[in-house]
């Protein structure tokens, strides 16, 4: 892609209204516009790293055998009568009638429209377990929605439902979420780590809060340190094993605010362990029991002719929120350097030709290496402006490709110039740059 033909309207200074650094670089390069309050357009910037986190977010919820479907945004309010949530929401819920003056709302979250889906469809054990996911926006009239697409209005999320038939069925498909989750937030290269939560409206009494550490969260915690030391690895899928990892987990004192307790935490955690500090939640997963689907009589036959309410859970990722999650924890603010995820990075690598009035050859060599760098499915970004070197850098640290070309007097021959967006400049053939970003980017 050239630079000059792209989409792509950087800023010159950050723009006042944004307080926190990820909102700072949406809106300074461009990846989002407000369109009102808490509602955003997504340019081509943004567009491209979200939609790359939800792919990974995508192939993880397969791993675990759970299937995608495609549920609405627009909700009637009859299922949410049935389950009770249609006053109990309250004015979070956007309301709307139609021309034939029902009640309709743009749906929070889909407990009810998947319990629905799953009552007409499903009528035996047999079929259980059952996991389902969609991948939609969301709207919550949010009382204060700021910090960008942080907290938004309108929101992308990933919401999965679960159903079984027995308590521990249905603990087995909550495990399955929580390694996925690890797995999911570790493939974007980032340390949340799993707290226990407090249920709001969803409902129930077990539920983690993935959490990653950043100053300008909003949900505040009280760990043990320890807890970043642990991996999902080794974890595989069989019911033992995830309950192992669970317990490997649990065994630290890790809580939001609302479950806080301070003699247990004193008594749990050695001083020196002990971190108390602020997170951002990027996901959350829930287990409910039979809450829905006892008020909506959503039962399945049991073997022996009996039937019994299914026992259902829900797990939620903020896909839009990770964007400015990932910025949060690799924005270096103070030298204006960006570097994403080779994962979720928008361009894998920028080329920077400095092109000189009378002589193209700089901006051609760049295009040679594009040919290349295409066959071997490497995205590249070309700054084919005649800018002058500093300021072409700056605008690439802020567009945030992790890796680097300049393409003039120090890449004579084969050896380019070649950096990470971060780090020290090294003379590299094009065949070893190719080498060392195919490595990287071989999913884990
Ligand atoms: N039904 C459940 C699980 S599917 C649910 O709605 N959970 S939630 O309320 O915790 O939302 C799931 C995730 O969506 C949160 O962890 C958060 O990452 C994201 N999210 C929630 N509200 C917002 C918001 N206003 N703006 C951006 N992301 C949000």
Redesign the pocket.
């Known amino acids: 892609m050239l630079l000059s033909k792209s989409f792509i309207p950087i800023l010159k200074n950050n723009p006042s209204e944004a307080k926190i650094k990820s909102h700072q670089l949406m809106l300074r390069v461009g990846m989002i516009k407000q369109a009102s309050a808490g509602i955003y357009s997504w340019l081509p910037l943004g567009f491209k790293v979200m939609k790359k986190i939800e792919a990974i977010v995508r192939q993880e919820q397969n791993k675990i055998g759970a299937q995608e479907i495609l549920m609405p945004t627009i909700q009637s309010s009859e299922i949410w009568k049935e389950s009770g949530r249609y006053d109990d929401y309250g004015e979070e819920m956007l309301r709307i009638k139609d021309r034939q003056n029902r009640e309709m709302l743009y749906g929070p979250?889909?407990?009810e429209q998947v319990t629905e889906i799953f009552r007409s469809s499903f009528k035996s054990y047999k079929s259980l377990p059952q996991l389902l996911y969609h991948i939609q926006w969301k709207f919550?009239d949010?009382i204060r929605?700021r910090f960008g697409?942080?907290?938004?209005?309108e929101?992308y999320?990933k919401?999965?439902y679960s159903f079984d038939v027995t308590d521990e069925e249905a603990f087995y498909s909550y495990n399955k979420f929580f390694l996925s989750y690890l797995r999911t937030f570790k493939r974007l290269s980032l340390t949340a780590i799993p707290m226990a939560a407090d249920t709001g409206p969803?409902g129930g009494n077990l539920s983690h809060?993935f959490i990653i550490l950043a100053d300008t969260g909003e949900s505040k915690i009280f760990t043990d340190k320890r807890i970043f030391d642990l991996t999902s690895e080794g974890t595989n899928l069989e019911k033992s094993s995830l309950e192992e990892m669970r317990k490997k987990y649990e065994q630290f004192y890790s809580v939001t605010d609302e479950k806080f307790n301070k003699d247990e935490f004193e008594k749990m955690v050695l001083e020196e362990n002990r971190l108390i500090t602020k997170g951002i939640?990027?996901?959350?997963?829930?287990y409910f029991g039979d809450k829905y689907s006892k008020a909506m009589d959503t039962a399945v036959d049991l073997p022996g002719g009996k039937k019994d309410f299914v026992k259902m859970g829900?797990?939620?990722?903020?896909v839009?929120?990770l964007v400015g999650a990932i910025i949060e924890a690799k924005y270096d603010d103070k030298n204006e350097i960006m570097k994403w995820p080779l994962s979720v990075a928008p361009y894998d690598i920028a080329l920077i030709p400095m092109i000189n009035k009378n002589d193209n050859s700089a901006l051609e060599k760049a295009n040679n290496i594009n040919s290349v760098l295409i066959k071997n499915n490497i995205e590249a970004i070309i700054d084919d402006t005649d800018e002058n070197y500093s300021s072409k850098i700056k605008k690439m640290n802020l567009i945030g490709a992790p890796y680097q070309i300049v393409i003039g007097k120090k890449s004579e021959g084969d050896l380019l110039e070649f950096k990470e967006a971060d780090g020290e400049t090294q003379n590299l053939s094009l065949d070893k740059i190719i080498k060392l970003i195919t490595k990287q980017k071989a999913p884990n």
Request: aromatic share 10%.
């Open positions: 979250t889909n407990e919550r949010e929605p697409i942080m907290r938004g209005r929101f999320m919401d999965a969803i809060e939640e990027v996901g959350h997963i829930f829900s797990y939620g990722i903020g839009s929120r």
